[in-house]
């Protein structure tokens, strides 16, 4: 695409892993990596790939083996047997390293320092407070609040805002709707695909099928620690009804 003075068009970030010919290589990735607590595996022979540009669902039932993928990824938990490449480069490093490589993990237990004001939430984050107003200005006037004191929906966004203003490398985001009105869901996930199209890789897990797939390039689908689908969201999203029946199954097995 060029525009009308013939410079060509720049192409948003967010496309970059899918669209050109030669996709950019991953900046995070799983090599048959089965994870768990103490010897047992709960995920198993994992083959997932994050470039930057992307957000990438993680879906499943409760129990599915998300939460797990995603600490291995973080650097919580340590493979029982594959292996994690950051950057390309194999990885054991615990979450803190991983931070100083841009990777910032965020869930709804870890979400806000609650004895804090709003703004030194914010200011503890590393990112521009103005960055993260910009990203959500409802926030400004709760700046002097103790975060404790926020509602549900408000800490995740102080969570995510201070996540996304240090323009993460990676983003790791495990169940940001958890309790959120659709509204500020959908205000969280539009920030979400923005970080993507800035240049960041996310990992989105996420309940709720449908909202995932929509802010997201690619999907994984887990079912008791395995991957039992895959693929583009635009394709994905034609094939709801498979994806729900992945889950009525992990269900059925789970009462058998
Ligand atoms: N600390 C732990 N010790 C032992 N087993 C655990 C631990 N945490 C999770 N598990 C087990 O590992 C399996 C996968 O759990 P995980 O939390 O990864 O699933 P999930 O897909 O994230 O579920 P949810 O959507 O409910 O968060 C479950 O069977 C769970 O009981």
């Known amino acids: 695409m060029t525009t009308t003075s013939g410079i060509p068009a720049p192409q948003p970030v967010g496309n970059v892993g899918l669209s050109s010919e030669r996709p950019s290589p991953p900046r995070l990735e799983t090599r048959d990596l089965s994870v768990g607590y103490g010897s047992t595996p ?7 790939v994050l470039r930057p540009g992307e957000v990438v669902a993680l879906l499943g039932v409760n129990g599915a ?5 995603v600490r291995a990824l973080a650097g919580e938990l340590r493979p029982l047997r594959g292996e994690v490449l950051f950057d390309g480069r194999r990885t054991t490093a615990p979450l803190h390293r991983r931070a100083r490589g841009g990777l910032r993990y965020i869930t709804e237990e870890r979400s806000v320092f609650m004895d804090l004001s709003a703004a030194d939430n914010l200011r503890l ?6 960055r993260c ?8 006037p709760l700046l002097p609040r103790r975060a404790g004191l926020l509602s ?3 800490q995740q966004m102080l969570t995510l805002a201070r996540a ?17 009105a659709p509204l500020v869901l959908e205000r969280l996930l539009l920030a979400v695909r923005a970080a993507a199209d800035r240049g960041g890789a996310v990992l989105l897990v996420e309940q709720h099928v449908r909202d995932a797939l929509e802010v997201a390039d690619r999907a994984y689908v887990l079912s008791h620690g395995r991957v039992v689908l895959e693929g583009e969201a635009r ?10 029946r992945t889950y009525l199954s992990s269900a059925e097995l789970a009462t058998d």
Do not use: Q
């Open 42 to 48: 709960v995920v198993h022979d994992l083959n997932l």
């Open 152 to 154: 549900g929906g408000e």
């Open 65 to 69: 083996g998300k939460t797990t993928t």
């Open 125 to 130: 984050g590393g990112g521009e407070r103005e």
């Open 235 to 244: 394709e994905l999203r034609g094939r709801i009804g498979e994806i729900e």
């Open 133 to 140: 107003l910009e990203l959500f200005p409802e926030l400004a």
């Open 164 to 180: 996304l203003a240090a323009d993460p490398r990676v983003l790791l985001a495990d169940e940001l709707s958890l309790g959120l």
